[in-house]
């Protein structure tokens, strides 16, 4: 069978156009893994994205290489010796003295179980009722009775993470993505904070400028910081960062009046971003990896929210829109990801498991192209090595053992109905209680935040008090009246000489109970009017 | 009450003459705890190893100021504004739309078990027969049940790990170690591979040099190397390095000739040490810790192995020495700490779980004086966050609800006697089956491995040859007979320019069975006869 020419998206209008054999589909995956056997991986095994991926990969032309980006500390990662002493590990009847792995004879942990929610039942009481125990002993994997267990995942693992969930996220990561291009891989991370320090290692040198929205994520603004790397902001509007301010910046960029290199990276939060709760539209991610690529600019993609992908709001009035019907109807809703249109590989996807399954799991996982996957692990191996083993157990035999890639998109769904109620109280909260000639928002449309913007210049003060001493009396004025809201400026890209225009306040709708929440923001509705003499 | 004086370590031959109040022992634990009453600790808790020590802290001078140590990274941390505005959260009937923290209600974990041993029942098989069930619901803090729950491990954490946890480990530090200086803290690490990673880059600037055994953990060394960092070793005898070696080597320092300025730190393994097995004594840890005063080096005491200290070795023929007949007396075995001695707060310890309860777990701990943990945990919200809570989760319910401060000593102890099984049957097979004239050894009196030394200078080739050459063809002779072996160079710690004059291997007594390494051992011996031309 030939392979089917993939068209260059250089060429096209649409990356839609590129015809791509043989995704893996829900239902495939059943018969994949049927044809590929059974997973044997034990203690320590090595593991790759390659193992579980369709054979589609192998026709796909493969990813830029990005040697001339790697900085000075990745280009200087070598593989451990002792590491590549374990390939003698399969010869037979070999008894290795070699490394100081723990036996697990001596684990004293016998057995784990938990309690997880049966398919489609997913709230706390159903759970309590119908919730299914999952179970792991210590030798499950030589009992026959599972491909994973207690012996191996409480033992020293491998950089990559363990073949178990590799082989999970490599699935889920080709269903909801199909990366364009063939040579793509997963490696588990201990949270996306963890792999953006390790990404900013990997390619940027002090002193250079990180591109990103001008409002971000301020952990990733303070994880760059340190290591002398600064983030330079685009504009943004309701959908995001705007593509031709970020093509006029890079265009317009004097490396002399900058004291620094035309910047090679732009990390971006393309769903519900925080703090805006913008969500970049399907054309608008198009346009933008258009200008990355015009520039050459490596592209993170950080998407702890892209899951909490929510219903369209239809306002206080209108009935809400019908939920998904399928599982495939789902993934249809969802925007298309950068991954998902990354014909050069330039892209570096990092997903978490913290939104969706839980933060304490301290489990996430990026994709890429082989090589920095590679250099990804290496650094690995020398820092945090493997997220937790028990994590990884807890995830594989809820995610893959108990519900299976379709119970773990109808829980996505579930999240998303959960999440959509949420929101709408906030902003039938918003609509009742705030005063619209001072606070104004766009309606988020995936994420955990809303963004308010205020119209600091009806101020009595605006004229006399500058605008981050109107925005410390709002905060304040709030907080005496019992609530707390996040300000805008805690999150600016650009960290010195940033002197604001507009003014916004952060509210999230992930925390609080609905009543709470009204009752939360009818309090910052009092200090706003107090704030700007209202009645 | 008065305080007592402590008295300076430099005016003294030996810290044991510091007087100090009040050290906590196995017996004052629950006192202490049921006088500070029962601990509070929510989601993502503010808290510090000063709420968990004893008063007699507070009579021990401070330690020293690192300020002119802290690497241009360590120093620009500022803590977020984010976290900053935490401090609100106390008021009463505040309502929070701060943090994105989603709510434990979409946690899919409704109940976590594990079966674990009862001490003082530590086998596997008396596990499965009398082991005990540890559960953790979503909400047993608010109902009463227990001070951790699903709900607060499975959300975000703070830098410094959860509060249950590090209260366990800083009585079990002060029981242990009790540091004679007063504002000694510690921080959850994700591992001591990941801490060294952190730690390098709060006290170290790329072309800087850190001082370590002449053989040593090769993660190390590869964690350093990329950040620019070289390690220089010290020369070694049967207890480790060689306190004169390393006055020297600083007293001669040329920072011209080597490119570097003086080094600052110091990297050591004292118990057990990897690769050579070497155990510093009490004498041997005293004159370091004196060196490292008088030319001012910062002390990174790195002690995965601590309490794999093991029984006296007695020989085939002689009857082993009994067992440490309690707890108490156990921990008068164990030779003392360099933070037990550490008068100036210059040592940084990095303890961990993995040899003791399982490397899964990826949690360990480091202690340090306040100023350094506090780098240290602004680094952690920059990069991992804490370790998962699901491990701290575990750990909990097992070190701290069930086994206990004393019930985890008697663990040790059983662990002691094991690895001093296993290391006699590994020196038994050495003595049975290795030509004493080609290969040499110290029992180990710690760790993990047995450091064997091959008198290469025997070899028919040993003129012609390289030493290299010569360790590689005993490798792969070993190998051939069906073992596998770590070769001595491995380790070195000097990485570019070193021209070994010994040659080592490295065999570890952990992993296999007794009567694997029997074999192992024997098959070591027919490689090295066939490669030295023996009988």
Redesign the interface.
């Known amino acids: 069978m030939a392979p089917p020419t993939a068209i260059d998206i250089e060429g096209v209008t649409d990356t839609e156009a590129i015809v791509l054999p043989d995704p893996l589909t829900l239902n495939g995956v059943s018969a994949r893994r049927a044809k590929a056997g059974k997973l044997v991986a034990g203690t320590a095994a090595f593991t790759s994205s390659d193992f579980f991926k369709g054979s589609s990969n192998t026709w796909k032309p493969k990813a830029k290489r990005w040697d001339h980006y790697l900085s ?3 280009r ?3 593989p ?3 590491k590549g ?1 374990a390939k ?2 399969n ?1 037979p ?11 697990a ?13 049966s398919p489609p039942h ?1 709230s ?1 009481q159903e ?2 009722e119908s ?1 299914t125990v999952l179970k792991a002993g ?1 030798y499950d994997v030589s009992g026959g009775h599972s491909a994973y267990d207690l012996s191996i ?5 491998l950089g990559t993470g363990s073949a178990q969930m590799i082989r999970f996220v490599t699935e889920h990561t080709e269903i909801v993505c199909n990366p364009p291009y063939g040579d793509w891989q997963c490696a588990l991370t ?2 996306s ?2 792999a953006l ?1 390790q990404t900013f290692r990997i390619f940027c040198e002090r002193g250079d400028y990180v591109l990103s929205e001008e409002y971000t994520f ?2 990733a603004v ?2 760059a ?4 790397i600064k983030f330079v902001g685009i504009k943004m509007d309701a959908e995001g960062l705007l593509a031709e301010d970020m093509d006029e910046l890079l265009t317009n960029w004097d490396a002399q009046a900058r004291g620094s290199r035309k910047p090679r990276v732009l990390y971006t939060v393309p769903s519900g971003q ?1 703090p805006t709760g913008a969500t970049q539209s399907k054309s608008r991610r198009h346009a933008i990896y258009k200008v990355a690529q015009k520039h050459d600019i490596y592209i993170l993609e950080d998407e702890p929210y892209y899951f909490l992908q929510m219903q369209p709001y239809t306002g206080p009035n209108a009935p809400p829109v019908p939920p998904p019907a399928s599982n495939d109807e789902f993934l249809k809703a969802l925007i298309p990801t950068y991954l998902s249109m990354d014909t050069d590989g330039r892209v570096l996807r990092m997903d978490s498991f ?2 969706v ?7 996430g996982w990026i994709t890429a192209s082989e090589q920095i996957i590679e250099r990804y692990v290496r ?1 690995n ?11 990884q157990l ?1 995830l594989y035999k ?1 995610l893959d053992e108990s519900w299976g890639h379709g119970g773990y998109l109808q ?1 996505l769904i579930n ?1 998303r109905l ?1 999440y959509t109620k949420r929101r709408d109280v906030l902003l039938t909260a918003c609509e009742k209680y705030l005063p619209k000639e001072i606070v104004s928002w766009d309606p988020p449309a995936a994420g ?2 809303l963004w308010l913007k205020i119209n600091w210049t009806l101020h009595p003060a605006s004229s006399s008090k500058s605008i981050t001493a109107i925005e410390e009396e709002i905060f304040l004025a709030a ?1 005496a009246q ?6 805008g400026s ?1 999150f600016s890209a650009d960290r010195s000489d940033f002197t604001p225009t507009d003014m916004f306040f952060r ?6 109970t609905g009543e ?2 009204a ?3 009818e ?2 509705g009092v200090a706003v009017r107090e704030c700007f003499g209202l009645e």
Chains 1, 2 share one sequence.
């Open positions: 000075v500390e990745s200087s990662r070598q451990s010796s002792l002493a003698f590990l010869n009847g070999l008894i290795s003295l070699g490394g100081g792995l723990p036996c004879e001596y684990f004293p942990i016998e057995e784990l179980t938990v309690k997880v929610p997913f706390e759970t309590k919730g210590k995942a409480l033992n020293y693992g201990v949270g904070t963890h320090d301020a952990s303070e994880t910081l340190p290591l002398g925080n913290s939104k399954i839980a933060p304490g799991t301290r489990v650094h191996e020398c820092s945090v090595q493997n997220p937790s083993g028990i994590s807890v809820l829980w999240l959960e955990m935040f907080i019992g609530v707390l809201v996040s300000r805690w509210a999230t709708f992930a925390a609080a709470k929440m009752e939360a923001i309090r910052f």
